[in-house]
């Protein structure tokens, strides 16, 4: 009824191109991100921010990184701890390095750093496949954990290991550091959120993305196409690390502030964001999302709906927790195996047609 | 002979005891990956799982009472008796049966031709929701287990190389066990799929679903009885680790000491897993010895997997892992 | 996307919780994860004392005590979620229990004012008051913990440790690094051989590390462990046969479920704590008549007595009189955390206040002030007997060597006002 393409008419190619082919979408679009930056910065305070929307911003983002690798390269990867580790690394040794350097370009750089070593560790990829691949870089999440806590020049020397975001400023508002303000550490991952996605959205409709899911579909095809596998490969691992190298120097420094490599970045990280892909659904920038939102949430409105409302012990809840969350996968999973994005779409669909489906 | 060589050799034999417990927790994974190409993750979670079950049989201990203590009012702990060893684990097998049968006809029977990713997801939520219910069934305090393994140094051994090098070596007894556990377990697991029917069909499954479905075998019973087989595997796991370290969460972590093994020997090879999980346990603890100093130490984590990554690249299906032909 | 604008709306809904006027001490447990045996007790502890003055002597000075409990599977993006959702309610102080959460929080108290108590954990040069304002760890620390422990080892080798060989034997973390500073200073001071030894969590497999330890035959070995790292290093160590009372942990290795697991092969197994343990005190009575009995145990109930759950009712006895402290010093019953903050720097713990409480000789004496919120760093050793299954005092209250351990604060404490601009607070 509402929703619907009649009527809506392209007179050029590059309309016809667009992320969001349909007005009534682009709209919608606009509208949520109107919301996000115009309005949620004037009502967000320290819970909202810390708890809920800074977790998902920065997980949204990691899970944009991996589902570019996992969803349209389909190179299985449990390194995301490790390269959200060699970001957050990376972006303290420069905060402490170049004091005046902008916090903005420091999140970059550290980007840029995690591409290059993800790169690196993608090279096994083009041997190694499958399963294989996926436990292979293990070894990275391992070796990277192991290296950022065992050698001192990483931490600064400092007596326990722990490394802690200094205070830096952007047009003189705080945004890491205890004395940042809500709205300035949200709208700061906002932008890159808004960014990465926009990046990672117009990546995999483009030409390298096709290679991409060319080597996904089946990669000795793809070869024989004439899509290089060592480029696309590669590739992928670098700009997927770069976007997970920018989510580890966020997570550190703006939402934690302090950090313990084997506590905050250990393997039950590298599942969480796989979790997040695969519940959101494997190639779909809007799955990243939905994943990561559920995946912070569920466990949150559990929470509050387990203890507050119900009063039971915090163990039991935690229990159920568990229990909820592995029962939900599986439901999903038996129910629709594509993910919250596939739900969307078929929601989509029916919408267009709505109420008149035949 | 010079003392470093010594202790090298007393490095290795650890190690290879090491990687006999390694490969015992590999095995489950590689059942299960055979006969229906799932990798389960929550293999480490099942040993956990199993491990719980059977310390609760053992001391008698009322099943989800902090749930029935907390919706009753009530205050019961234990029914007041103990079960023997040999009798508890009997009925653990059992309830690792149960489990096999729920997740098949639940979980997997739901998920049947999908791709290998999702049925890999699954476990996870496998995992997930296993860990949640052994924590409200058994309560998540740390517990002991024991089942009458032999534990500590083993004197023969000791005197005998004390007597020939003038060092004596040490082996822990329980790894000796566990080395004679797990090759009893691997001979019979090799019986049972060579001169059994369940063992042809399970083979057959193994080979080809399509061919094995044709000639009248039923998949979802062989699937219910690899998951059994699995379960009792994990177990055994579960007893060996869990009579080292206590019985509590970060039994579940063991998994993640198989996943190299598993790389290593390949996915789909028993053989496979044993002599992966020799050359992981002597890999890990020679480096260790020779340049973990080096490098400060607690290297054995990462090393595994780097090791098992050089061995890939050579032979990117692992040692005895199907070679893998690829068709356009 | 429209998910976010439903949570939105849930929040608002979540946020506008009600402000009420009790004594609001929330209490961040671990009842799951690899940390859960340790946390169960502490929680147990900490909640049944609480209890005991809600229900004994109607809360503290009148007011009754609120206890909201958060779950953080010892997980530091957890702790925040909890930090953040409880600090609303007029939290008092917080006890994380985690030396991760803990570093995570240091920076935001002093930006929210709530004052944090890490006893025996946590940053260790938080002891420096003037530069950390709203951070205490008194009684003792990390680095009091490892110099009580050479003190002990001085004591049984006759004061004289030239040519020995310590070892320690520690979680790969920022916990397991701390002591080896002050180990290293220490050394240099006595002569003696120090080996590090680290090991990875979660650090169920140690054969390597023993194999190393049995080939260095060190006179001692020093264990800073935590969950099943303690279990199965005391279970190595009476494998390869190294005497057990030469093996010395910190307070955070030496509780029942450290040991239980290796049997009759753990017995004589030492462990430092700033605590009594056991459940023979005059407290338990009341324990037993106001809380057990009247069915308002926290958790299971079947923890009372064991090492960390009295350091759980220790740390609640701790910040209850200095909340006490607190209400005389600002001559009101409701206290926000600022005058929490001021009873803590003021709090005094002395023999004679902790037999009215009926914890006699629960924890050594010492007094904070301005410029140390650690107290006097000391602590006793306590040795396990594996036929009664109970942890004894062996020694008296042991100080550290304050020479070694106070410069190290200093400069430790010294480089973070540095890097962090904090100005002087006590000047």
């Given amino acids: 009824m509402f929703y619907r393409e009649a009527g809506d008419f392209k007179t050029s190619y590059r309309a016809d191109s667009q992320t969001f082919p349909i007005r009534f979408d682009r709209y919608r679009y606009y509208v949520v991100l109107a919301i996000a930056f115009l309005v949620v910065p004037f009502i967000i305070n320290d819970y909202w921010a810390n708890a809920i929307l800074l977790p998902f911003l920065i997980y949204a983002i990691a899970a944009i990184g991996l589902n570019i690798l996992v969803g349209y390269c389909g190179q299985l990867s449990l390194g995301t701890g490790g390269f959200m580790a060699m970001g957050a690394y990376a972006c303290y040794k420069f905060m402490t390095a170049f004091p005046d350097l902008s916090m903005f370009i420091n999140v970059i750089l550290a980007g840029v750093v995690t591409a290059i070593v993800g790169m690196l560790f993608g090279l096994p990829s083009l041997r190694i496949k499958g399963f294989y691949l996926a436990v292979a870089t293990l070894a990275a999440q391992f070796f990277l954990v192991w290296l950022f806590n065992r050698v001192p020049w990483f931490y600064n020397y400092s007596a326990s290991g722990q490394i802690n975001a200094p205070q830096r400023t952007m047009f003189g508002v705080e945004i890491t550091g205890p004395l940042a303000p809500a709205w300035a550490t949200y709208l700061f991952c906002l932008v890159f959120l808004t960014l990465s996605a926009l990046i990672a959205r117009n990546l995999t409709r483009g030409s390298v993305g096709r290679k991409w899911m060319a080597i996904r579909d089946m990669d000795i095809a793809a070869e024989i196409i004439g899509v290089n596998p060592l480029r696309a490969k590669l590739s992928a691992f670098a700009v997927s690390s770069f976007f997970v190298g920018i989510s580890g120097a966020l997570f550190f420094a703006l939402y934690l502030g302090a950090v313990e490599v084997g506590e905050a970045f250990n393997i039950q990280k590298s599942f969480l964001i796989l979790f997040m892909v695969i519940i959101g659904g494997l190639g779909s920038v809007f799955g990243s999302f939905a994943g990561a939102a559920f995946m912070v949430l569920l466990p949150v409105a559990l929470k509050v709906v387990g203890v507050d409302l119900l009063g039971w012990p915090t163990d039991t809840v935690a229990h159920f927790q568990l229990v909820i969350v592995g029962a939900l996968i599986i439901i999903f999973l038996i129910a629709e195996p594509h993910g919250l994005a596939q739900l969307w779409r078929l929601a989509k669909e029916k919408l267009r047609l709505w109420p008149f489906p035949y | 002979m010079p003392d470093q060589v010594l202790f090298a050799m007393e490095v290795t034999l650890n190690g290879l005891m090491a990687g006999v417990l390694y490969a015992l927790v590999a095995l489950g994974f590689v059942l299960i990956f055979k006969a229906s190409g799932i990798f389960n993750f929550a293999q480490g979670v099942m040993a956990l799982f199993a491990a719980m079950t059977l310390v609760g049989i053992m001391e008698g201990q009322v099943p989800f009472s902090h749930l029935i203590n907390a919706t009753f009012g009530t205050d019961i702990h234990h029914f007041g008796w103990q079960v023997p060893a040999l009798l508890a684990i009997v009925l653990t097998t059992g309830v690792m049966v149960v489990l096999a049968w729920c997740v098949q006809r639940f979980v997997m029977g739901h998920l049947v031709n999908q791709e290998p990713i999702i049925l890999f997801m699954a476990t996870i939520g496998l995992a997930y929701f296993l860990e949640g219910v052994s924590d409200l069934m058994w309560g998540s305090e740390i517990r002991t287990l024991d089942v009458g393994l032999p534990q500590g140094i083993n004197e023969t051994i000791d005197a005998f190389t004390y007597d020939l090098f003038g060092y004596g070596f040490f082996i822990d007894n329980l790894d000796i066990v566990a080395s004679v556990i797990a090759a009893l377990l691997v001979a019979g697991l090799v019986v049972f799929a060579q001169y059994t029917k369940q063992g042809r069909a399970m083979r057959a499954v193994a080979d080809d679903h399509q061919a094995a479905l044709s000639v009248g075998i039923s998949l979802n019973f062989i699937w219910v009885l690899v998951w059994s087989i699995a379960g009792f595997v994990a177990l055994v796991a579960g007893i060996m680790w869990g009579t080292k370290s206590g019985v509590q969460f970060s039994l579940s972590l063991i998994a993640l000491k198989a996943l190299p093994v598993l790389m290593l020997g390949g996915f789909t090879s028993i053989p496979g897993a044993i002599v992966g999980g020799l050359i992981i346990g002597v890999g890990e603890k020679l480096f260790e010895f020779l340049l973990g100093g080096l490098m400060g130490g607690a290297t054995e984590n990462w090393f595994a997997y780097v090791l098992a990554l050089l061995f890939l690249l050579v032979r990117p299906q692992g040692l005895f892992g199907e070679k893998i032909i690829e068709r356009v | ?427």
């Fill in chain 3, 1 to 427: 996307m429209t998910k976010k604008l439903t949570t939105l709306a849930l929040g608002v809904m979540l946020a506008a919780g009600p402000a009420m006027a009790d004594l609001v001490f929330p209490s961040l447990s671990y009842r799951t994860g690899p940390y859960a045996a340790g946390g169960i007790q502490f929680a147990d502890g900490y909640a049944d004392y609480l209890t005991l003055l809600n229900e004994r002597d109607g809360g503290i000075g009148g007011e009754k005590i609120r206890m909201p409990e958060c779950e953080t599977a010892y997980n530091t993006e957890k702790g925040v979620e909890c930090y953040e959702s409880t600090k609303g309610e007029g939290a008092l102080v917080y006890q994380p229990l985690s030396t991760g959460i803990a570093y995570q929080l240091i920076p935001k108290m002093n930006v929210d004012k709530i004052p944090m108590l890490t006893s025996g954990l946590g940053r260790t040069s938080s002891k420096n008051g003037d530069v950390f304002p709203y951070v205490f760890n008194f009684p003792a620390n990390y680095w009091d913990g490892a110099s009580v422990i050479v003190k002990h080892i001085l004591d049984q080798e006759g004061g004289d440790l030239n040519g020995k060989k310590i070892a320690l034997v520690h979680h790969n973390s920022a916990y397991g690094k701390e002591p080896i500073r002050t180990l290293e200073a220490l050394s240099e001071k006595h002569g003696f051989d120090l080996t590090t030894i680290p090991v990875d969590h979660p650090g169920q497999e140690q054969k390597s590390q023993w194999l190393q330890v049995r080939r260095e035959r060190p006179d001692y070995v020093i264990l800073y462990g935590w969950g099943v790292m303690t279990p199965v290093a005391v279970q190595e160590a009476a494998n390869i046969r190294f005497p057990m009372d030469k093996m010395i942990g910190i307070w955070w290795s030496g509780s029942e479920n450290d040991v239980l697991s290796a049997g009759a092969a753990a017995d004589g197994y030492k462990a430092v704590a700033f605590h009594n343990v056991g459940s023979d005190f005059p407290i338990y009575d009341d324990l037993k008549e106001y809380v057990y009995d009247a069915g308002k145990a926290a958790g299971n109930g079947d923890q009372h007595g064991t090492t960390i759950y009295s350091r759980g009712l220790y740390a609640a006895m701790l910040v209850a009189e200095a909340a006490r402290t607190a209400q005389e010093m600002h001559d009101t019953k409701a206290i926000n955390a600022q005058q929490m903050r001021d009873g803590m720097e003021a709090l005094e713990i002395t023999e004679e206040r902790m037999t009215e409480l009926g914890m006699p000789k629960f924890g050594p004496e010492f007094k904070v002030t301005c410029r140390n919120h650690g107290g006097e760093g000391y602590a006793a050793v306590t040795q396990w007997d594996a036929k009664a299954k109970q942890w004894t005092l062996i020694t008296d209250f042991i100080q550290s060597d304050q020479d070694i351990v106070q410069p190290l604060i200093e400069e430790d404490s010294a480089a973070y006002a540095a890097e962090n601009n904090i100005p002087s607070h006590c000047d």
